[in-house]
């Protein structure tokens, strides 16, 4: 270890990626550490013979002149000019990642990415691995941060980690089993360029080793251009039938019909909704093949799945009517994805905090696409330019701006028995919420409360 962090070592952001690297530090007899953070710095408990500096407020980053290494958290860009300067006079700046996958014992390693779809793909993974006896644990951007799997490893551990393009950037060793999904733009505010998100995205697999296997969507243009930097001697490919490769993969998506190796998963059998979700448990079934488990055994364990909290759960059946909690929808494309599975006449709440996302998509598929999409009740800043664009995309259905969710709920209502309300906001939730969780959760209690 002291290889890759020689003493000062600085924690660029502490947050709770950067408490955790603290812990590591502490734990692993490092005597002199740095804390750098925009924001005002609360200490732990330090204990006794370490030294610890403290570099907050607007010139945080003037704590680099007095460290070797950094250690950057995943929300800090790492191309800035202060970084540049450390680097140039001979610093070494690595992440919590990059630290684990240098010193994991874990048996394997599986590693997602993509824009949507990397929480529920790492749960389903786990899901099955769990049901089928294999010790797993997650990590990285979703569940605990990654240098804290270190604590509790175990040889026979397969470590599954959600990987975002922040955490990716600097990457320069990649996981076993590399599982790419949907990439298409985002976080545009942050990357400089879509190039630079896609290629901060390329080194999950990037590094990989002629052993390892990447998993990837050969109908997803940039997927596919992602995982062609792969080495990795196994590649495996998730396909639509109706798709650009007409079916020619790995695993082919039909419809509602799942095929891998003879063998058949029917969306009809599962506790998900949502076909998009196939794409997501060919993708997580592919990985499994890739760390030994059978087919048929995989789809035997997606059949228990239980959706993650507010990505298109379904929240039961009031007064006739359906409804769907998709609160983490906090971009376009999840909502257009999450409406594809709509099968009544359903109303829609859209709208939140402003990212300066495109509608225009969005607009012209609920218009031309969702023939059963009879309302649209609009909520947060986004409502008007919402409301504008479904307007030019030719909308007939009322589409009303409400001052607060539980107005635009009880407008919902009037879709009336038979039908469904979905709230998939397309945007995130700030303004009006905390978060997408504090969302999901009003939702959840209008919904309890009918």
């Not at 990059?98 to 993974?125: A, C, H, R, W, Y």
């Not at 990989?208 to 930097?229: F, H, N, S």
């Not at 993650?308 to 359906?322: A, D, Q, V």
């Amino acid at each position: 270890m002291q290889n890759t962090l020689v003493a000062p070592v600085g924690v660029l952001g502490f947050g709770v990626e950067g408490q955790s690297t603290f812990n590591y530090l502490v734990r692993n007899g490092i005597k002199d550490i740095v804390i750098m953070d925009k924001n005002p710095v609360k200490l732990p408990e330090v204990p006794a013979g370490i030294n610890v500096k403290v570099s907050s407020g607007e010139n945080y980053m003037d704590g680099l002149k007095d460290c070797v290494t950094v250690v950057r958290s995943a929300g800090v860009y790492p191309m800035s000019p202060a970084l540049f300067k450390f680097q140039m006079n001979g610093g070494l700046m690595t992440s919590q990642i990059q630290l684990f996958l240098e010193q994991t014992k874990s048996n394997k390693i599986v590693g997602v990415t993509g824009t949507l779809g990397k929480g529920s793909t790492v749960s389903m993974i786990s899901h099955i691995l769990t049901k089928c006896g294999v010790n797993n644990e997650i990590g990285g951007n979703f569940g605990v941060p990654a240098l804290d799997l270190l604590e509790t490893e175990t040889a026979d551990r397969v470590s599954i980690l959600e990987l975002s393009s922040f955490q990716l950037m600097t990457l320069s060793v990649s996981p076993d089993v590399g599982v790419v999904l949907r990439v298409s733009t985002e976080h545009l505010d942050w990357h400089q360029s879509v190039e630079e998100y896609r290629d901060a995205k390329a080194n999950l697999v990037r590094w990989q080793k002629r052993a390892g296997t990447c998993v990837y969507l050969k109908d997803a243009e940039p997927t596919a251009k992602i995982a062609g930097e792969s080495p990795a001697g196994t590649k495996y490919a998730v396909s639509l039938k109706d798709g650009p490769s007409a079916g020619d993969g790995d695993a082919v998506i039909d419809g509602a019909t799942l095929a891998i190796d003879g063998e058949k998963l029917y969306l009809s059998d599962c506790k998900v909704r949502g076909i998009y979700q196939l794409e997501n448990m060919a993708a997580a079934t592919l990985a499994c093949k890739a760390l030994g488990i059978k087919v048929a055994n995989a789809f035997e364990a997606l059949k228990s799945y239980e959706t993650l909290p507010f990505r298109m759960e379904f929240k039961g059946e009031k007064r006739g009517i359906e409804f769907f909690n998709d609160s983490y929808a906090t971009r376009p494309d999840a909502t257009i994805a999450a409406t594809a599975s709509m099968k009544r006449p359903f109303a829609l709440i859209l709208g939140g905090s402003e990212k300066n996302a495109d509608f225009t998509e969005l607009s012209q598929i609920l218009v031309n696409e969702r023939p059963n999409l009879k309302r649209i009740a609009l909520i947060g800043a986004t409502a008007e330019r919402m409301q504008e664009s479904l307007k030019q995309a030719g909308l007939k259905a009322p589409a009303n701006i409400f001052p607060t969710l539980e107005e635009a709920f009880a407008d919902s209502l009037q879709i009336g028995e038979g039908g469904a309300v979905i709230m998939s906001p397309a945007c995130a939730s700030f303004g009006l919420f905390k978060n997408y969780k504090v969302r999901g959760q009003v939702f959840d209690k209008l919904v309890a409360d009918l």
